[in-house]
């Protein structure tokens, strides 16, 4: 039966105590009324009696020499219920105080466990954390620069005209598959008869911006068309733009991007492309292309 009822075995292994104090008093009581004299002679005077039910009679005379010890015992009996009494209420401070303890110690148990499921949370934030910055590692963005094209500017279609301002677009590519927020950015139209300078000419009056303060990140695998246009008016004759260093000039466009991640890592690019003017091949058709410079302080991605 104690099996089928686990509440009621715990609590009997709870008060073990208690209940052996109950149950050696009750054998002590029945010990003491078996062997009292008293009831000893009232059972031997009342062996013969009866209606011939010798069940009956027994339990009946039980009751009735338990009456008469009673009656002759009751100081006694009072003293022992007395001493009982006080036994028990010992045993029920001893277990009050045992399920104060038990309750206290559940009590921390129970804080424990709070603080281990806070912990196993934060852990758990980390390891969010930890998985994001290696998402972000494994798919960073990266920015590229591409379709650059220029502008009609003369009234034939010409794109370069002394004293005029070379325009055109291009194209800001995030090749990763997270979001790049540009902080700075510069670009120019650089034209020389002597190539390129050591050091890229990017920060001086001629650098125009690619992004606008408000502008939003450029999302991953996302891109951005930006207009162009020169700060100075071309200073030379349009047709001088051979792409040769020895017969005429030749024109590049310069530039670099500063940007950050999601995580705020940031990191640079550069970019350096040279114009070669038409020559009717499949390479730079009827138009002319930008085609990019084999050099690393120009054309870069961290």
């Keep these: ?113 709070f603080l281990l499921e806070g912990r196993q949370a934060d852990l758990a934030a980390k390891q969010h954390e930890l998985s994001r910055l290696q998402h972000v590692v494994a798919n960073k963005p990266r920015l590229h620069i591409r379709g650059i094209v220029l502008g009609p500017i003369g009234p034939k279609g010409e794109f370069f005209v002394e ?4 325009v055109g677009s291009l194209i800001i590519a995030n090749r990763g598959a997270t979001d790049a927020r ?12 002597e190539g390129l300078p050591m050091r890229p000419p990017v920060d001086d009056g001629d650098v125009s911006p690619m992004h606008l303060p408000d502008d939003g990140p450029i999302a991953g695998f996302g891109s951005r068309g930006i207009q162009l246009e020169s700060k100075m008016p071309l200073d030379v004759k349009g047709d001088l733009i051979f792409g040769n260093y020895s017969d005429g000039v030749t024109l590049f466009i310069i530039g670099f991007i ?25 390479r730079t058709g009827t138009e002319g292309r930008f085609v990019a410079i084999d050099n690393g302080d120009y054309e870069y991605e961290d």
């Excluded at 105590?17 to 008293?38: D, E, F, N, R």
């Excluded at 004293?163 to 070379?166: D, E, L, R």
């Design 182 to 193: 540009i902080i700075d950015s510069g670009y120019r139209f650089f034209w020389s008869q």
């Design 1 to 113: 039966m104690l099996r089928r009822n686990p509440r009621m075995l715990t609590w009997l292994k709870a008060n073990r105590l208690l209940v052996g104090m109950l149950a050696a008093a009750a054998v002590a009581s029945i010990a003491i009324v078996l062997s009292s004299q008293t009831f000893q002679s009232c059972m031997r005077a009342n062996a013969y009696g009866g209606d011939g039910n010798a069940a009956d009679h027994v339990v009946w005379m039980g009751w009735w020499c338990l009456g008469i010890l009673f009656d002759k015992s009751a100081v006694a009996i009072t003293a022992l219920a007395t001493v009982f009494m006080a036994a028990f209420t010992g045993t029920l401070w001893w277990s009050t105080n045992r399920s104060t303890e038990f309750a206290r110690r559940t009590g921390d148990l129970a804080e424990r466990q």
């Design 258 to 282: 500063h940007y950050a991640d999601i995580n705020q890592a940031e990191r640079y690019m550069g970019f350096c492309r040279v114009y070669l003017p038409p020559d009717g091949t499949p």
């Design 163 to 166: 004293g005029q301002k070379i």
